[in-house]
């Protein structure tokens, strides 16, 4: 694996520049992020002390509309985590035909360690450094890892008390009664699933004889174990990130995830409960997980989990990428050669901002949906998408992560082009 991680990104894309007829120009803009935002959040904490933490804000790219992307909470967060998710949301975005650009945000903190009135001192405090740089046309902040719609909530509320008004649709996965969307909150593993079920069906699997492990089972994990383990599918493991549970019959993922969702009041607002004291089951670690010999492997917690070091330990036969970059670029050729496929993370986790997409459209028509609209339009474009990305990777004989780049690209190298080219300028 590359030092950077933004610099493994990036291969991604030279790959799949081959397959595509883009300027220039184009190209060269794609290769740097628009603009980097670098803050210190000062936070009085409970004690009187005072702590600072830094906090980071990337638009990578806004030709095809303002930027959207999550803001994570996590001690690894950094400036090229921050760049690289960034460059991801730009590609997803194109991939789903959304009207945004790319963006990411992030604060170098264990939200673990903080009392929950830290944790909304602390976001608004990020908020304050970075509000002349967001809004509902700029650029929009969204949840990610350890970030929800409580701090969603605090996020909006803190940009409309700086600016004296009031702006819903300056972030997404708000609570609902705060004008977040129904449905958003599950997105993420419902869009999984749509991309999954559309997949299956092409290699004529059935769900009751496709065993299923999910690494991460938060947010998006949990909700993609739930809709498959509903569908038949057999899913025998799942983790977090005190280490995983497996059992050969499959395991009951609705009590698992009540459980979970039941035990998080006392410890703020994350759960600290392990996956690990609920079901008969053998206890596994998460490198243990991710070698299970299972026809569905879903990585849903984060980046680089697998990598060139273990590559070789896996034996799933399809692997979706629900995290971003879970898979690390210098692990693609083994996969490849070995016959894994792979279904990337730009397309199979895009049913997050594409119903963050549909919560900004509601806040600004003010006009609400019903879950069953929303979820309907999601299974639309999930399907839509993912049987364009199939062709693509059909036609040129090319893994489904190439194509999704090439899809993505077509869309970027557009817009960009429609801005003015060099043979527009040079040759008249
Ligand atoms: P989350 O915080 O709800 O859940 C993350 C889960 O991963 C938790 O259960 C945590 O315990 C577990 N985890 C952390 N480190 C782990 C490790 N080393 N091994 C195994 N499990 C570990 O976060 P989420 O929103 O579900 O996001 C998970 C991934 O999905 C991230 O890569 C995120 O960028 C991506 N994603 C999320 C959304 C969304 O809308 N939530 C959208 C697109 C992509």
């Known amino acids: ?33 628009k ?23 990337v638009r990578y790219d806004d030709t095809r509309g303002p930027g959207k992307g999550g803001v994570r909470y996590h001690p690894n967060v950094s400036l090229d985590e921050v760049t690289s998710l960034a460059f991801w949301m730009t590609f997803k975005c194109a991939v789903l035909d959304l009207p945004f650009g790319g963006a990411k945000g ?96 092409k290699f004529d699997r059935q769900p009751h004889e496709t065993t299923v492990a999910v690494q991460g089972f938060g947010n998006a994990g949990a909700v993609v174990a739930e809709l498959l383990a509903k569908t038949g599918y057999k899913v025998v493991a799942v983790s977090d990130s005190k280490g995983g549970i497996y059992a050969k019959k499959g395991l009951d993922i609705p009590s698992i995830r ?9 410890q703020a607002i994350y759960c600290e409960d392990s996956v690990c004291n609920i079901v008969e089951h053998e206890i596994i670690s998460n490198e243990e997980l991710l070698a299970l010999e299972v026809d569905l492997l879903i990585p849903a917690a984060l980046e680089n989990q697998i990598t060139a070091a273990n590559v070789k330990d896996i034996k799933a036969k399809y ?40 919560e900004w459209v509601q806040n600004r ?19 839509k998408e ?4 199939w062709q693509l990777a059909e036609e040129f004989d090319i893994p489904m992560r190439t194509a999704a780049y090439v899809h993505g690209l077509n869309r970027l190298g557009e817009a960009l082009s429609a801005k003015g ?6 040759n008249g």
């Open 1 to 33: 694996m590359s030092d950077s991680l933004f610099a493994d990104a990036s291969k991604r894309l030279e790959r799949a520049m081959k397959y595509i007829s883009i300027s220039e120009d184009a190209l060269e803009y794609l290769k740097y992020p």
């Open 35 to 57: 603009s980097s935002l670098i803050v210190s959040i000062p936070v009085r904490m409970d004690n009187g002390a005072l702590r600072i933490f830094p906090g980071y804000r």
């Open 106 to 201: 992030g604060v170098t903190v264990n939200p673990k360690e903080l009392s929950k009135l830290e944790l909304e001192r602390l976001t608004r405090g990020y908020i304050e450094a970075i509000a002349d740089f967001i809004g509902p046309d700029i650029d929009i902040p969204a949840p990610d890892v350890y970030t929800n719609p409580m701090v969603m909530g605090w996020m909006m509320d803190q940009y409309n008390i700086i600016k004296r008004s009031l702006n819903p649709a300056v972030v997404t996965g708000k609570p609902i009664t705060l004008g977040g969307s129904v449905g958003r909150n599950t997105a993420t593993g419902t869009g999984a699933y749509f991309t999954i079920e559309t997949l299956m069906r």
């Open 258 to 266: 009540h459980y979970k969702e039941s035990n998080k009041g006392i």
């Open 319 to 358: 692997i979706f990428e629900v995290a971003n970059g879970p898979i690390s670029a210098d692990a693609d050729a083994d996969l490849e050669a070995r016959g894994i496929y792979v279904v990337p993370d730009i397309l199979v986790n895009a049913g997050g901002v594409t119903v963050s997409y549909f």
């Open 365 to 383: 028509s003010g006009l609400y949906w019903s879950v069953e609209e929303v979820n309907q339009r999601l299974q639309q474009k999930m399907i």
């Open 386 to 389: 993912t049987e364009k990305i």
């Open 421 to 426: 080219t060099r043979d527009y300028y040079v």
